[in-house]
């Protein structure tokens, strides 16, 4: 958890918003550390994660975030890669995993992902006697442009997005948090990447909090790794109030400092 | 190695204990001695050597186990080729089993690596009465990294005895009608899991590492049309296998090379996902045939080299490289990778010259491009 990226946004474990949609998202650079950000500081404040890991291992999550779910059940840990075998090299005795049944059918879409999903987030209300009350549920998605890439359409990708707000956001009251990745530059005009841009803007249409994660545009520094947009969508009355602001960050072995423009520790 | 969807529902405590995969960070009691490989010392991730000692250098002191390397190959493949040479002649002396998988050239031939050296900083000093090819051999399993004369090749008995399994494209699959799904890639896989599994890399028995090299993936010899189409037919094929072969090394102890030819694919977006799929990635552009073989700002130097990628494993930071601008060289004993040197511009005439590519220029009274060069009024 970055204790600045907590003063930032105006949160802490012990007071913050229900019912929101927070979109991560990166061009051109990478965004997964504010994923194991969003990770530690739900899990501090006694929410039920469900985390949908499906670019990395789960020993890379733990490692990082040495804290991971130290009490029992809250933290249900979807692996992607490890369900991933059982669909792309079937043996005969082995069940296949239906929620990465979309990697042998890509049309199919995401719908036995949701089911997952919604069985984690809902089904974890008829618990047994003496089980601990956890707080809100929170679904933690890491990253969606792994289902572009294999295979599953653009508009699949935004139906579970919508889905999965529609359950956990509204009806639970929870928060959502996912991460989208982008590749090409903002105003490409051939159709390179189309699938990622069009999913970009459909997620930042429907979120709350939006993090976007972008490399200088004045190159490349070893001492600053990036910038990052914190755009907020708020309603006050009936017009719809946006705030953007714009900080500067950098990575540490396990943590990030996040400054003004101009500020960082190399410059001053 | 499939779960029913309930059984996700573990927690992750019970995971913990099964879930005991070579990606996990080592404590100091439970430190796998395996020979060729170290830990590294940013965090602890086991690393072997790829055999050249400067990409080593690049990569944040070696190849992790358990991530793939992925190689956009240059236009005529020569260096590529010669790396991923280099990484299976180092899984030779430091007895580690190898996978070859090629679609073009048989396996033997890639096989054909080059002999290894001593070179003259590592001679050991002190000999016993033990037979000095046993002592160096034994020396050399030890070490990380190791020098090789690409001149010669690695004598036969030495080659053969470390373990290689082959995988040639034409013995598996005939070439059918167009599935869905490019079925050289599923079949490669099935036949990297197989192999995994009866060796026992998935840590049931084995305490060795396996090294995958995968020669030229994507080209049109797979079965893949990305090199060949605008907007190829099957373009996640590529892209899952990546996702395949990455939960494959995260739950085994092995590592992979893998080159591309990136040249031939027009979709930069497609790079770019691919890429991501993969750890660490590099890109090789050599000089050769281009006009630049004759410039002599790069008379040092057979191409250049780009780091497109550097993973961040179980940290947040990620091993930057100090320098983008990096070039490589080839000589008999080392494939040296370094930091670009311009030679400093000395005589009025030289910064004429070498100022941007010669170009035609048309003048008004028909003389020629250098000619008008020198009109400078």
């Known amino acids: ?54 670019a990395q291992s789960f020993c890379h999550y733990s490692a990082v975030s040495q804290r ?44 036995s992902l949701y089911e997952f999903v919604r069985s984690s987030v809902i089904g974890s209300d008829n618990m047994e006697e003496g089980a601990e009350q956890w707080g809100p549920s929170v679904l933690l998605v890491d990253d969606l442009s792994v289902l572009l890439s294999l295979g599953v359409d653009v508009g699949a990708v935004l139906d579970f997005s919508h889905y999965c707000r529609a359950l956990v956001c509204s009806q639970v009251q929870g928060n959502m948090v996912m991460l989208v990745r982008c590749n090409g530059e903002e105003d490409d005009d051939d159709d390179g990447d189309i699938g990622s841009d069009v999913l970009l803007k459909g997620l930042t249409h429907q979120c709350n909090l939006n993090l976007h994660v972008q490399g200088l545009p004045t190159g490349y520094c070893k001492d600053i790794h990036g910038q990052m947009e914190v755009c907020w969508k708020r309603r006050q009355g009936d017009a719809p109030h946006m705030q953007k602001n714009l900080f500067q960050y950098k990575v540490y072995d396990k943590g990030a400092s996040f400054f003004a423009r101009g500020t960082s520790s190399a410059v001053l | 190695m499939a779960a029913p969807v309930n059984s996700v529902c573990k927690t992750s405590a019970d995971r913990l204990q099964v879930n005991c995969t070579s990606f996990q960070k080592k404590t100091r009691s439970k430190l796998i001695s395996i020979p060729g490989t170290r830990p ?62 090629t679609a073009q050239d048989n396996p033997d031939e890639i096989l054909q690596v080059g002999d290894e050296t001593l070179s003259s900083s590592n001679v050991i000093k002190n000999y016993n009465s033990y037979p000095c090819a046993l002592q160096s051999a034994l020396a050399s399993s030890s070490r990380f990294g190791h020098y090789y004369d690409v001149s010669k090749t690695m004598e036969v008995e030495i080659r053969q005895a470390a373990k ?74 590529l892209t899952t296998f990546l996702y395949g072969l ?69 940290c947040l930071a990620r091993q930057l490289p100090d320098h983008k601008d990096l070039a490589f060289k080839l000589k008999r004993k080392q494939f040296t990778i370094e930091r670009l040197h311009l030679p400093p511009d000395l005589s009025e005439t030289v910064s004429r010259v070498s100022r ?21 009024f």
Not at chain 2, 218 to 232: E, I, M, R, T, Y
Not at chain 2, 248 to 274: F, Y
Request: include cysteine; charge should be neutral; hydrophobic fraction near 40%.
């Open chain 1, 1 to 54: 958890m970055f204790t600045e990226l907590n003063s930032i946004l105006n949160t802490s474990p012990d007071s913050y918003t229900r019912g929101e949609f927070i979109l991560v998202s990166d061009r051109q650079s990478d965004a997964s550390f504010l994923i194991h950000h969003f990770l530690s500081f739900y899990l501090r404040a006694r929410c039920k994660v469900c985390f949908l890991g499906l």
């Open chain 1, 68 to 111: 991971l779910a130290k009490e029992k059940g809250q933290l249900v840990f979807f692996e992607g890669l490890k369900e991933c075998l059982s669909v792309l090299t079937p043996k005969e005795n082995n069940v296949e995993s239906e929620a990465m049944n979309f990697l042998r059918d890509p049309p199919v879409g995401l719908r």
């Open chain 2, 40 to 101: 590294s010392v940013q965090n602890g991730q086991l690393l072997v050597s790829t055999g050249v000692t400067s990409l080593d250098y690049l990569l944040g002191g070696g190849l992790a186990v358990g991530t793939v390397l992925l190689i956009e190959e240059d236009r005529f493949d020569s260096y590529s080729r010669m790396i991923l040479k280099y990484f299976l002649a180092e899984g030779v002396v430091c007895r580690h089993e190898l996978f070859v998988a």
């Open chain 2, 164 to 237: 290689c399994h082959r995988f040639y494209l034409p013995d598996h699959i005939t070439p059918s009608s167009a599935a869905h799904r490019v079925e050289s890639y599923s079949a490669l896989l099935k036949s990297l899991q197989e192999v995994i599994h009866r060796e026992g890399f998935d840590l049931s028995k084995s305490r060795n590492i396996l090294r995958v090299g995968l020669h030229s993936l994507g080209s049109a010899l797979w079965g893949d049309d990305l090199c060949c189409h605008d907007k190829p037919r099957h373009s996640h094929a």
């Open chain 2, 246 to 314: 990455r939960a494959l090394l995260r739950s085994s102890l092995s590592v992979a090379v893998v080159t591309l030819p990136s040249h031939l694919i027009q979709d930069r977006a497609l790079m770019g996902n691919i890429t991501r799929l993969c750890d660490n990635a590099i890109a090789l552009e050599s000089f050769k045939g281009s006009e630049r073989e004759t410039n002599p700002l790069y008379k040092d130097y057979h191409g250049l080299l780009y780091v497109r990628q550097v993973p961040h494993l179980n």
């Open chain 2, 356 to 376: 941007g590519e010669p170009v035609g220029v048309a003048s008004a009274c028909g003389s020629s491009a250098s000619g008008t060069k020198n009109l400078d």
